[in-house]
Every structure is written in C-alpha cells, then in structure tokens.
C-alpha cells in the first residue's frame, strides 16, 4: 500500500509543472555556483593551498546543493497533505482500508524519491571531472550520503508542517522556521564549551552536515538525522490519526 | 451489516449527535432526510471513519470501526459531500489508485475499473484530466471510485448534489442495481428521491433520530412529507448543529 502511495503521488510530483520550475531553478543556480568554483580554483589556485579538486570545488558544490534542498523541499512537501486535507481529497485516504502511517510514508517516499532522483542529476556534474582527472571518490561519497541524509530528515519536517496547516503558505513558512533553527542551532553557543553551549551544537543541523562536506562519514551525525527524521514522522503519523478526530 | 450504537458527537459544549442507533442490512437502500445542519454529514464521516464518534460503537461486519478501523473500512465504499478528487490527474489513472488502496487485487484492477466506469458512464471519459470535466462528471467520478471495490456498505452524501436531471435518474438507476448486493446509505434533501429509492427512511433534525421507518409504512410521497414536516416540529432545536 506504501509503494502504490508512493508511486502516485510520485506521478503527481512529476506532473506539477510547479515543480519542475523549482527544479529548474535549483539546476541553473547550481550550474551557476559550480562555474563560479571552478572558475576560481583555475584562476587563483593559490586561495586553495593546494587543495584537490574534490575538496576546494566538489564539496562547495555539494554544500550548495544542501542549502538549496533547506529552501526547496518545503516548497516540495507543502502541498502534498495540506493541499489534500484543503480539497478534500485526503478523505479518499482516511475512508480507505489504511492506517496514518501507511498514507504519511506512501507521500514520503514520493517526495524523497522525486528529490533523490534530482540529487543523482546533479550529481552528474562533478562525476564529469573523472573523464579529466583524478577524483576522491570516498569524500565525494561522504557529500552524497550527507545530501540524502539531510533530506531524508527534511520532508519529514516538511510532511509535519504539511499535515498540520491547510494553507500552504503556512505549511512552508513553518517548515522553513523549524529548519532554520536546527540549521543555524550552533549560532545560540558562547565560545565556553559548557554543556549548554555542547547541547546547541549538537542540535545544529548545518554541523552535522559539514561533516560529510568534509569527507567525513560520521555515525553520530547519521543518527542525529534519523532521530530527528523518526521523531518528525511519528508527529507526523499522529496528526493524521488526529484528522479522524476533527471536523474539516 | 452495519451497525451504529448510541453514537454521539460534540464539538465542545455543542452536541452534534445525540444517541445515534441504527442498523443497515444488505439488499436494503436506507435514506438519511433531514435539513441543513441537521448532523447527517457528520454522521456519515463517523460510519465511514473519517471522523471519530465521541461516544457509541460504530460497527460493520461486526469490525468496530474504532478499534479495527482498517479491517472495519475494508468493507466501505463513501462519496462525501465533495467528491475527493486528485483533479490533476486523468480518470483512468485515478480509478486504478483507488482500485489499489482500496485493496483490489492486482489482476482484478482492469475488470474493477471498467465496470465502475460503465456503471457511472464514464467511459468515454477514462482518458481526460479531471479538472477539465463538468460537476456532474466529477461526482459520478466520486461514485466510481466508492463502488470499484464492490464493497458491502456504500455511503453516499447527498449523491444526486450537482446532477442534471437526467443524471439524476441514472444516479438513482445506479442505486437501485447496486442494492441486491450492497446496503446503500445516502443523504438527500429530495423526499420524491427518498421515496422512490428507499427501503427505510430515517429522518435526522438537530442531531437526533427523530424517526427510522420501512418506506412501506408511508401511504404515498405526501405522507412522507407530512410526517417530514410533522416530525421537524416535534424536535426544538435544543443545540445549534453542524453537518
């Protein structure tokens, strides 16, 4: 039932031509920045202390391609229950034979689908540098994983803001608010190190993503995305559970 | 079978339905009358499980709905007030996602879809978008995808709303050919629609049953109106409801 929800709503993704809009957006800015880092990196080698490729222009690239994905999926994810519940449509779901978390996973696989399937396109960009040189792949490796973890924890909070407001105005401004605390969760830290200050890093979203920019694969920040991931999505599940309890 | 027991609703201090108890059997068409706000839409999302009773038991096929719910909804096909249309898709396409959530298996789909199709006559339309077609299409839409699973209870709110004439007397053809095999519940405001289709009538005012009697009972169409027009003065509004 997961996959069938999925692949609907995956089909209605792909034909909203609101979305291939945002895409279309998001490749030519990429396009943009990665001709900017390159350009630099041939220009002004010297700013690179001799940095490889992969490191001065690949995880630049890869760090853009995260900080689009905070603007873009809560304009993905916005309309997927809020548009729904707004139409009446959802009601399809909630008479059917299915429990809120078959319906919340079917939309999130859909989303997450669409997005990964937009990664691997831009991830064509620097795999074209190994017809020309050599690469790091292990780090370039490390960017992906750290893009699909981020975004697996980002259409979670995007599907909770989405079930929770029928304007989707709402939905995405909210979702934007909540992810821009995480991300920048490090800026409310003093430089003292106490356990307050260990706590605010340790939230921060834009930290652990660094990590992997860095080629680093860390567990710690994996966990930290699925956690977050997990706790949104069972918010999620019960805010739908909820809508049978509710008049709209 | 389904069966309601003693089922209430209140949206805060307000009571929507009072002791709400009925049962529908198969091969029976039962028609819910009763005026605007009366609580017959809010019925009908309770027995349909899109929305949770405050108190009573809400049972089909003997699957409480509240404590089964996915198996007790199995057994359900519901056409609410508003069709739930994905409008950005074609027919077709729309059809098939509700033959598969509703759990029609695989290599039944196609047979599923097509007779929904020709029982609503929507087969010339399989292939357009649904945005693109009249009202009175995208509620035969609505009904197409509450029967393709052939379920026992079907629900229907106010089914004939946005109909033509015409399209009316096929919605009430339609009802009567799927009665032998299901237990049809539907909404109307139309007492000459009630007469002709049902076998029980059940007439709601302020939230409460104010009378549920076999259509035989009834002398003629005037006799229901007058004991519609009887009974909605016998029940004050007590408490302002919704539907």
Not at chain 1, 158 to 164: K, R
Request: glycine share 8%; net charge negative; aromatic share 12%.
């Amino acid at each position: 039932m997961i996959l069938d929800i999925a692949k609907f709503e995956i089909s209605r993704v792909f034909r909203s031509p609101g979305n291939w809009l945002i895409v279309a957006i998001f490749q030519f800015l990429l396009a943009l920045i990665f001709y900017n880092l390159l350009s630099k990196y041939l220009s002004e080698p010297a700013l690179f202390e001799g940095r490889g490729i992969t490191d001065a222009v690949i995880a630049g690239y890869y760090r853009s391609t995260g900080l689009f994905f905070l603007l873009m999926v809560p304009l993905l994810t916005m309309r997927m229950i809020a548009e729904d519940i707004k139409t009446g449509a959802f009601k399809l779901l909630l008479s059917a034979p299915l429990n809120s978390f078959q319906i919340l996973m079917g939309k999130y696989f859909a989303a997450l689908g669409f997005l990964v399937f937009l990664l691997s396109i831009v991830s064509l960009v620097p795999f074209s540098f190994a017809i020309g040189t050599g690469l790091d792949y292990g780090h370039i490796m490390a960017c992906i994983v750290g893009n699909i973890v981020l975004l697996i924890c980002l259409v979670a909070i995007g599907l909770f803001f989405s079930s929770i407001f029928t304007q989707q105005y709402l939905a995405v401004i909210t979702s934007f608010m909540i992810i821009m605390l995480l991300w920048t969760a490090h800026s409310a830290a003093g430089s003292e190190s106490t356990s307050i200050d260990r706590i605010f890093y340790s939230l921060s979203m834009s930290n652990h993503f660094t990590r992997f920019t860095e080629g680093i694969l860390s567990s710690t920040s994996i966990i930290y995305f699925l956690l977050a991931t997990f706790f949104f999505l069972a918010m999620g599940a019960w805010k739908i559970h909820s809508m049978r309890s509710i008049d709209w | 079978m389904m069966q309601a027991q003693e089922v209430c609703r209140y949206y805060g201090k307000q009571t929507v339905l009072k002791n709400i108890s009925f049962t529908a059997y198969k091969g029976e068409v039962m028609g819910f009358l009763g005026p605007n706000g009366a609580g017959k839409s809010t019925l009908m999302q309770i027995i349909s499980g899109t929305l949770a009773a405050s108190s009573g038991i809400v049972s089909i096929a003997e699957h409480n709905i509240q404590t089964d719910p996915v198996q007790a909804r199995s057994y359900l096909g519901y056409l609410p007030d508003r069709p739930p249309l994905y409008t950005d898709c074609e027919v077709d396409t729309y059809l098939e996602y509700c033959a598969k959530i509703h759990g029609v298996p695989a290599i039944y789909q196609t047979d599923a879809i097509e007779t929904a199709k020709q029982k609503c006559g929507l087969q010339e339309v399989g292939g357009r978008v649904i945005h693109g077609l009249s009202k009175g299409y995208q509620q035969r839409i609505g009904l197409a995808q509450a029967i393709i699973h052939s379920p026992e209870i079907i629900i229907l709110d106010e089914p004939s709303s946005g109909l033509d004439p015409n399209q009316m007397i096929e919605m009430r053809e339609l009802i009567t050919e799927l009665k032998p095999d299901h237990s049809v519940i539907f909404s109307t405001h139309l007492l000459s629609e009630a007469y002709h289709l049902c076998d029980r009538i059940v007439m709601i005012f302020n939230g409460e049953i104010a009378l549920d009697r076999p259509i035989n009972t009834f002398a003629n169409e005037a006799d229901l109106e007058d004991t519609y027009v009887s009974s909605a003065g016998k029940l004050q509004p007590a408490t302002v409801a919704t539907s």
